[in-house]
């Protein structure tokens, strides 16, 4: 008898709890913060363990919703009205890194479809080549070599034998096969790696399995895709040269990656980017201050939150948007603006 009445009581809270939670919700939902949306793939794609693809009748559903209930902006706009205190709460900024060709084959006519603004960050020294992002080739590497183990960076890493599982990856889960767990356990070893060491990686790795030609939505845009968006909606920002992770390269490095993104980009669309991305969201004061000196108005980390008006330009967050329904994409933002909200009431 005792354990029903306790199993009452904890279901009479759990109850409570829940109906708390939708009213918290519900109150949210009339709350609106300004807000910088990072997008990096638009394709139906099941190993996604970043969660950075979302499918193109989402997006499609997402457009739709921003359009009709909130102020969409382009980035540098945006950033203007912030540093004048005037950046209305319902205003959105859409953005795009990594320059994947599904930007320009599907995001782009669905922008242009639904008149949503957006700016696409361009990794400007890998446009143009054949070669995929390192991480997307390292996935095919792993998943296709007919062994149980790869050696790089001076050692082996077991991988197990292949399973059928191992090409379903949902975003959010935990790795649950050994080839998912040693995809990650290479990632997380090559991520904070300067480009020319994970390069003598990669090329170790690709000794040991032939390479694999990439899908569509995993191949980088050609110059020509790249040129093809130009538009009034369409802007490019910077996402520095290599797509490598800034803190940890040497200073005169860290500046070139800065820096030379601005010529290269121009080279690109003819049009000098004003905005940068940080790769990977990493970023230090001194990479703060070579962006700021550089002549961008404002850089984007991936900081997953509602802009706040205290926020410097240089360090703008994001929300990075996932496989939803606008109605999804509404409550997520509610949700931010409630965070942000008890954040500066924390503050």
């Known amino acids: 008898m005792v354990f029903r ?28 913060r300004p807000v910088i949306l990072m997008y990096h793939r638009i394709a139906d794609e099941p190993f996604d363990p970043w969660g950075i693809a979302v499918a193109p009748d989402k997006f499609a559903d997402q457009l739709s919703w921003i359009r009709k209930h909130r102020t969409p902006l382009p980035l540098a706009e945006f950033a203007r009205l912030h540093r004048l205190g005037a950046l209305p709460d319902d205003a959105v900024a859409v953005t795009f890194d990594d320059g994947y060709a599904c930007t320009a084959e599907v995001a782009a006519p669905l922008l242009d479809r639904f008149g949503v603004p957006a700016t696409v960050f361009l990794p400007a020294g890998l446009i143009g080549r054949d070669q995929p992002f390192w991480w997307d080739e390292l996935k095919h590497i792993v ?54 060491a994970i390069e003598v990686a990669m090329a170790e790795l690709r000794s040991q399995q032939p390479v694999v030609a990439m899908s569509k939505p995993e191949r980088l845009m050609t110059v020509d895709e790249v040129r093809s968006m ?41 049009a000098r980017p004003v905005t940068f991305a940080y790769p990977f969201g990493d970023f230090d004061a001194e990479c703060e201050a ?58």
Not at 236 to 263: Q, V, W
């Open 5 to 32: 009445d306790l199993k009452r009581v904890k279901s009479a809270v759990a109850r409570r709890a829940r109906t708390g939670l939708r009213k918290l919700r519900a109150r949210a939902w009339g709350r609106q």
């Open 143 to 196: 998943m296709s070599h007919s062994g149980a183990e790869l050696r790089a960076l001076g050692k082996s890493w077991p991988i197990g034998e292949k399973q059928e599982k191992d090409a379903a990856w949902p975003s959010r889960l935990e790795q649950r096969t050994p080839r998912q767990t040693g995809f990650y356990a290479l990632w997380s070893r090559l991520q904070p790696l300067p480009g020319t």
């Open 230 to 270: 130009r538009s009034k909606a369409i802007d490019f920002g910077a996402h520095a040269m290599s797509h490598a992770s800034l803190p940890g390269l040497p200073a005169a490095e860290k500046a070139r990656e800065i820096r030379d993104s601005i010529d290269a980009c121009e080279k690109l669309v003819d």
């Open 290 to 347: 070579l962006v700021a000196e550089t002549g961008f108005v404002c850089a984007c980390t991936v900081e997953p939150r509602a802009v706040d008006a205290t926020d410097g330009v240089f360090a703008l967050p994001r929300l990075k948007v996932g496989n939803w329904a606008g109605r999804q994409l509404r409550q997520k933002l509610a949700e931010a603006a409630l965070e942000a909200k008890s954040a500066a009431v924390g503050a």
